[in-house]
């Protein structure tokens, strides 16, 4: 796979989202803001710190004063937080209790067939003969 840059990859991110490829309870979902990110985070992140590296933060999210589900993004090795999923939130929502996440994905775990099918799609949009052949 040749040198990717960060909008090739946040362009085939985008582009790889869909009904299939989110994780989010259906009461999360429910109260959304209408973006397509909506959902995304843990996926998303995954599939970025497989293609880059770094760790994953997680954060709750508040709403209406109680917590009503995570957030995650990634950071590089070099510190750069990168979350290609922060436009999902609502006016109402704020992220709290932020950390970094010390343990790795499980395979075969939770959100694991949301993760593969976006990873998939991700990769195919990202190479060269993908987007020559269509």
């Known amino acids: 796979m040749p040198t990717l840059t960060l909008s090739a990859i946040e362009a085939a991110v985008r582009a790889s989202w869909g009904p299939d490829t989110c994780f989010a309870s259906a009461d999360y979902m ?3 803001s209408g973006q397509p990110s909506r959902g995304q985070c843990g996926t998303t992140a995954l599939v970025l710190q497989e293609l880059l590296g770094g760790d994953l933060m997680v954060a709750d999210v508040e709403y209406e004063g109680r917590v009503g589900g995570v957030h ?3 950071v590089t090795a070099g510190g750069v937080e990168l979350d290609l999923t922060r436009d999902q939130f609502s006016r109402t929502e704020s992220l709290i209790n932020v950390r ?3 343990t790795r ?3 075969g775990g ?3 067939q949301p993760f593969q099918l976006l990873r ?3 990769t195919a949009a ?3 003969e993908a987007s ?3």
Request: zero cysteines.
């Open 100 to 102: 970094r996440v010390t």
């Open 110 to 112: 939770l959100g694991e």
């Open 30 to 32: 429910a109260r959304g």
């Open 72 to 74: 995650y993004w990634n």
């Open 120 to 122: 998939e799609r991700v």
């Open 105 to 107: 994905r499980n395979p």
């Open 132 to 134: 020559a052949s269509s």
């Open 126 to 128: 990202l190479q060269p």
